[in-house]
């Protein structure tokens, strides 16, 4: 069974490791690339950091050495990477934009200062405007931003040329799941989906494949990897 993984590096090799491990075979084509912004964060008033994503968390440690400001994870890979860099009071929602401001509100962690919600410069919901909805206060600093690649690897390419030598695409998000389909197409491959599952992180992922000809559509039970990797198992 092959995995077509379409994630950025470094979680694109990361997942790989994850599938191979389960005795799958994996070809990596990322289709966004991470840009980590050199600057400076503004920590006054803030009294805690929430993170939406992996690369916040790699963006904030790059950029500051604070690691004593309580933190708030969207979910289990950002928990993980927030305490791998080294905050140890970490909070994880375990779901999207909306559990993790509810999380927030419920601690009542930022009633000393603001919210910083360390983000990307394309964001699929808005933490701050679900904070503020709440009578907290929150901003937000926009630290990385995650850059389209035009096209499939040559190697992706020639594996959907041939039937039956991939299985499944692995989309973590509902971006890269139009940015799959914008290669697909310029790829003139449309029609090899009817030979792939999709294994999707969310509901809001396989949304963005309504209308296609997948041999089937799947959602993982968890947002997180290894939900994924059950996925190739289960279904």
């Not at 973590?172 to 294994?199: C, K, N």
Request: glycine content about 6%; charged content about 20%; proline content about 3%.
């Amino acid at each position: 069974m092959t995995v077509l993984i379409t994630r950025p590096e470094p979680e694109a090799s990361t997942f790989s490791q994850m599938c191979v491990d389960h005795g799958r075979k994996a070809i990596v084509s990322p289709l966004m690339e991470i840009l980590i912004y050199d600057c400076e964060i503004d920590l006054t008033g803030v009294g805690s950091l929430a993170f939406t994503s992996v690369n916040g968390v790699r963006a904030f440690a790059q950029n500051n050495a604070e690691r004593q400001l309580p933190v708030f994870a969207v979910g289990a890979a950002s928990r993980d990477a927030a305490r791998a860099a080294g905050f140890e009071d970490v909070h994880t929602a375990d779901g999207d934009v909306d559990a993790l401001a509810a999380l927030i509100a419920a601690q009542h962690k930022s009633a000393a200062g603001a919210a910083l919600h360390c983000a990307g410069a394309t964001r699929a919901g808005d933490l701050v405007k679900a904070l503020e909805g709440k009578n907290l206060r929150a901003r937000r600093d926009v630290l990385y931003e995650a850059r389209p690649i035009a096209a499939l690897s040559d190697a992706a390419i020639a594996a959907l040329n041939v039937e039956k030598s991939v299985d499944w695409v692995a989309l973590f998000s509902p971006r890269s799941a139009r940015l799959f389909l914008d290669a697909i197409g310029q790829a003139a491959l449309t029609a090899s989906l009817s030979r792939v599952r999709a294994a999707c992180l969310s509901d809001a992922v396989a949304e963005q494949l309504a209308g296609m000809s997948w041999k089937s559509v799947h959602v993982a039970a968890r947002r997180d990897a290894a939900s994924m990797v059950e996925l190739f198992s289960n279904a």
